[in-house]
């Protein structure tokens, strides 16, 4: 996968010129790392933030180490060496990971299916260097590989541990939840630490709780799906996750259409029409994974199923810049 170094989202962090002084602890600690084919940072505020954020990172990493399919000694990279094949034995979190994608899927009727790995690779994702050499797969392509593309055939035991493929070729790829989950990993393990104020930014996932030094809120930029370094909105987080899903992430043009590594598991295409999706939800799993299911089902029917989920809301925009909001999205001023 193109490795993307630098964040979806921009982030508004003003300057508190208050009147009374600040101690060493309500000063905002920042620092990142390479990874999750991103550069994650994390803030944070609090006594000892800084060896919590550290604590943060290797928590990350240890659960990506478990998670990610580019790994080959990863526990999902097991899975998919194994598919039809024998059991896997997981870990819990693998395990939790997994069951929450099935329920992703289930909700959204399909269209958020962690085993689109086929469908990625056939048309020439899932590699650092994106695109085909050769023509677009035609339809018998296509076909085949959607036969491969099934997430109720992931059997899991959850009191076993045990994890598998019901058929070989299936292929499991994380990228539609990994950031969100990983995210949520280190928010769990900052308030461990007792930091309560804090913003994890993975990529195109960001994690809030609490509030900066100033009292107000954490403040996030969308950014403009057509014009990089620009902001279509921004919205404000406390204790919650935005995520958002674009064309602009990855992507190359074939035939003067631009193909996004977005595929639409029903008809084992890329995702046309639509621009990016922006998801707020009460976690960074949540929010990731529906960001990418809402691309899929485009703005009536995504909009449709986030608002029946408790604290979720969306801002779908298609091609062209029309944009789609659910009823409680806070910012009704887009910027296109």
């Known amino acids: 996968m193109k490795k993307i170094y630098w964040a979806l989202f921009s982030i508004l962090l003003q300057q508190c010129f208050c009147v009374h002084a600040f101690s060493a602890s309500d000063e905002i600690v920042s620092r990142s790392r390479p990874m999750l084919h991103t550069y994650v940072e994390i803030k944070a505020w609090g006594s000892n933030a800084g060896n919590a954020i550290e604590e943060a990172f290797d928590e990350m990493e240890r659960v990506n180490g478990l998670l990610n399919n580019y790994d080959p000694k990863s526990e999902i990279s097991n899975i998919n060496q194994h598919a039809g094949g024998s059991l896997v034995t997981v870990s819990p979190e693998t395990v939790d990971a997994l069951q929450r994608a099935i329920k992703y ?30 023509s677009e797969p035609d339809r018998r392509a296509i076909r085949q590989a959607q036969a ?47 930091i309560r104020n804090a913003l994890v930014i993975a990529g195109g ?103 029946s989920l408790p604290g979720a809301e969306a801002l779908i925009i298609s091609e062209g810049g029309k944009a789609s909001f659910s009823k409680g999205w806070p910012e009704k001023k887009i910027n296109y």
Request: with cysteine.
């Open 205 to 307: 996932s960001i994690c809030a709780i609490g509030h900066k030094p100033d009292a107000s809120l954490w403040q996030v930029g969308i950014q403009h799906p057509r014009r990089p370094g620009s902001l279509l909105a921004v919205v404000f987080l406390k204790n919650g996750s935005i995520s958002t899903s674009g064309d602009y992430e990855i992507f190359y043009k074939k035939n003067n259409k631009r193909r996004t590594h977005i595929i639409d598991p029903r008809t084992g295409t890329p995702v046309e029409h639509l621009q990016s999706v922006s998801v707020i939800a009460p976690d960074g799993m949540s929010s990731d994974a529906l960001s990418t299911a809402l691309f899929v089902l485009g703005p009536e029917k995504g909009i449709s199923v986030v608002e």
């Open 105 to 134: 899927g289930d909700i959204t009727g399909g269209a958020l299916d962690i085993t689109v790995g086929p469908l990625l690779r056939l048309w020439g994702f899932g590699k650092d260097a994106v695109g085909l050499s050769g």
């Open 148 to 194: 491969l593309v099934n997430y109720r055939a992931i059997e899991l035991n959850a009191r076993e541990r045990t994890a598998r493929l019901k058929q070989k070729g299936m292929w499991i790829d994380v990228g539609s939840f990994s950031k969100g989950y990983s995210a949520d990993k280190a928010i769990i393990i900052l308030k461990k630490r007792g």
